[in-house]
């Protein structure tokens, strides 16, 4: 594979008409990070939240649609995502380092605002895992050992919980976008206006 990604350059520049054609870096780190999110969310894709699969309920089993993300080839081929575009992101990381320098210090403004975000994903990921682990042990204290057939011992599906923790982030996403768009608005420094003309006056 690492073979034909060098000479694959070499062969399409020879054709008429791709010579011009380019990627921007930027645009290939994109999609780089977008692959990853996918191959670590098929690879982190459990075959069932029991251990003992005979024992599962409806609730506790995958789609039909996404039984197949369970399966090793999947898992595979998530596998060799991660490891082909880590070889792709060091390459351009090296050759970014060959060609210019690193400038610390400089950062975006709107960075510290992604951090709050980054950290409630991590919270919504241990809001799902709560979730899960809770289905885990379904009408059990303790599992298979400890039972509670009580009203109140309702949990929901899966589907319900991660529906309404997924809410949950995106209002709280809403909310905190809007206090960014009212603070950057606010601290903008005003326009400000060029000085009228002076325009000589008749003496009296």
């Known amino acids: 594979v690492l073979g034909i990604l060098v000479v694959l350059p070499v062969v ?53 649609w996404a039984s197949e993300l369970a399966l090793m080839p999947a898992k595979n081929a998530a596998a060799f995502t991660l490891v082909f575009l880590t070889v792709v ?18 950062i975006d403004f709107a960075s510290q605002f992604v951090l709050i975000f980054l950290a409630f994903s991590v919270i ?30 309702f949990t929901p599906t899966l589907a319900y919980s991660a529906w309404w923790i997924t809410g949950v982030t995106i209002v709280f996403y809403a909310v905190v976008s809007f206090a960014i768009l009212v603070t950057l608005k606010a601290g903008s420094p005003k326009a400000v206006g060029s000085p009228a003309p002076s325009v000589p006056v008749e003496a009296k």
């Open 124 to 153: 919504w990921t241990m809001g799902l895992m709560g979730a899960v682990r809770s289905l885990t042990r379904k009408y059990y204290h303790v599992y298979n050992l400890v039972p509670d057939f009580t009203p109140e011992a």
């Open 12 to 64: 399409l520049s020879k054709v008429p008409g791709l010579k011009n054609f380019t990627v921007s870096a930027f645009t290939m780190i994109k999609v780089g990070f977008l692959m990853i999110v996918v191959a670590d969310a098929i690879w982190m894709t459990p075959h069932g939240f029991v251990p003992t699969q005979g024992l599962a309920t409806e609730e506790l089993e995958l789609p039909s």
């Open 89 to 106: 992101n060091y390459l351009l990381y090296n050759r970014a380092i060959k060609r210019g320098t690193i400038v610390w210090g400089k």
